[in-house]
């Protein structure tokens, strides 16, 4: 069992950057595949981005590609999501999970079994 807690959401201008971090209060992240999702009101929840077990493949939405980076310490069960050029369209509540996944997957919300509560995002003009 993996309890995950999101924190480092806020309120930024356009163009401005977060740093989300998720760390893995009850358990380890070791050998999970990890991802962050987003929901934004009355809409469903979508991927934004992957990281492997071993760290070494990453996938991200091609809305953030560029802009968003997910890396993760295994050591410290932590994964982070560092998000720059940041953009109205990116409110929403963001998720960290795990999951057992593999490379094909990686970006499938079904892929995951273990959430956190999420974090608010807002993005204003």
């Known amino acids: 069992q993996v309890k995950l807690v999101e924190s480092g959401g806020g309120s930024v201008q356009a163009g401005g950057s977060l740093r989300l971090s998720c760390a893995a209060s009850?358990?380890?992240?070791?050998?999970?595949?990890l991802g962050w999702f987003r929901q934004a009101p009355g809409k469903e929840r979508e991927f934004v981005a992957a990281i492997k077990s071993t760290g070494g493949s990453t996938r991200y939405a091609d809305s953030v590609k560029g802009r968003f980076t997910i890396s993760r310490v295994n050591a410290q069960n932590m994964v982070y999501l560092q998000m720059n050029g940041l953009e109205p369209e990116d409110t929403a509540v963001y998720y960290c999970a795990a999951g057992r996944t593999i490379t094909s997957s990686m970006t499938s919300k079904n892929a995951y079994y273990h959430w956190g509560q999420g974090t608010q995002v807002t993005v204003t003009q």
């Open positions: 009850e358990g380890t992240i070791s050998g999970y595949g």
